[in-house]
C-alpha cells in the first residue's frame, strides 16, 4: 500500500476492529490521514526535486562537455603553438650555427691575415735591424778615421807650431 492508497475510514474500522475506542480510532485515522497527505506532499516535492536534479546534472554534463570540447581545442592549439615553436627554434638553431660557422671562418681567415703581416713586419724589422748594424759599423769606422786623421792634424799643427815657433826664436837670437 502506497501513500497515495492510503484510505482513513478503512483504517479507523480497522483500529475498531482491534479494539480502539471508536473517537480515539478517529483520531488515529484523521492523524494519519494529515501524515499520508504531508507524505504525499514530500514525496511530490522529493519527485520534483529529482527532476530538477536530472535537468540540472544534464545541464552540467552538457557544460562538461563543452568545455571538455573546448579544453580539447585549446589542447589542439598548444600543440599546434608548440611544434610551430619547436620548428622555429630549430630553424634558429640552425641559422645560429651557420652563423657561427661563417664567423669562425672569418676569424681563421683574419689569423691567418695577421700571421702574414706580423711575418712581414717582422721581415722588416730584421731588415732594419741588418740596416741598423752597418750604419753603426760604417758610422764607428768613420769616427774612427775620423778620431786618427784629427790625430795626424793636431800632431801636423802641433809640429808647424813648433817650426813656427823655432824660426821666431832663431830669428830672435841674433846670429854671430
Given at each position: 500500500?502506497?501513500?497515495?492508497?492510503?484510505?482513513?475510514?478503512?483504517?479507523?474500522?480497522?483500529?475498531?476492529?482491534?479494539g480502539l475506542p471508536e473517537?480515539?480510532?478517529?483520531?488515529?485515522?484523521?492523524?494519519?490521514?494529515?501524515?499520508?497527505?504531508?507524505?504525499?506532499?514530500?514525496?511530490?516535492?522529493?519527485?520534483?526535486?529529482?527532476?530538477?536534479?536530472?535537468?540540472?546534472?544534464r545541464e552540467t554534463g552538457?557544460?562538461?562537455?563543452?568545455?571538455?570540447?573546448?579544453?580539447?581545442?585549446?589542447?589542439?592549439?598548444?600543440?599546434?603553438?608548440?611544434?610551430?615553436?619547436?620548428?622555429?627554434?630549430?630553424?634558429?638553431?640552425?641559422?645560429?650555427?651557420?652563423?657561427?660557422?661563417?664567423?669562425?671562418?672569418?676569424?681563421?681567415?683574419?689569423?691567418?691575415?695577421?700571421?702574414?703581416?706580423?711575418?712581414?713586419?717582422?721581415?722588416?724589422?730584421?731588415?732594419?735591424?741588418?740596416?741598423?748594424?752597418?750604419?753603426?759599423?760604417?758610422?764607428?769606422?768613420?769616427?774612427?778615421?775620423?778620431?786618427?786623421?784629427?790625430?795626424?792634424?793636431?800632431?801636423?799643427?802641433?809640429?808647424?807650431?813648433?817650426?813656427?815657433?823655432?824660426?821666431?826664436?832663431?830669428?830672435?837670437?841674433?846670429?854671430?
Amino acid at each position: 500500500m502506497t501513500v497515495a492508497d492510503f484510505d482513513s475510514n478503512q483504517y479507523a474500522k480497522r483500529l475498531r476492529d482491534a479494539g480502539l475506542p471508536e473517537p480515539v480510532a478517529d483520531i488515529e485515522a484523521e492523524a494519519m490521514a494529515d501524515i499520508s497527505k504531508s507524505l504525499m506532499a514530500l514525496e511530490a516535492a522529493a519527485e520534483k526535486q529529482e527532476i530538477n536534479v536530472n535537468a540540472s546534472n544534464r545541464e552540467t554534463g552538457a557544460k562538461i562537455d563543452h568545455l571538455d570540447s573546448k579544453i580539447d581545442r585549446l589542447d589542439s592549439k598548444v600543440d599546434c603553438v608548440a611544434t610551430e615553436l619547436d620548428a622555429k627554434i630549430d630553424r634558429l638553431d640552425a641559422k645560429v650555427d651557420r652563423v657561427a660557422a661563417e664567423l669562425d671562418a672569418k676569424i681563421d681567415r683574419l689569423d691567418a691575415k695577421v700571421d702574414r703581416v706580423a711575418a712581414e713586419l717582422n721581415a722588416k724589422i730584421d731588415c732594419l735591424d741588418a740596416k741598423i748594424d752597418r750604419v753603426a759599423a760604417e758610422l764607428r769606422g768613420q769616427i774612427s778615421d775620423m778620431k786618427a786623421e784629427l790625430i795626424r792634424w793636431a800632431v801636423g799643427v802641433g809640429i808647424l807650431q813648433m817650426a813656427l815657433i823655432s824660426a821666431l826664436l832663431l830669428r830672435l837670437i841674433p846670429i854671430p
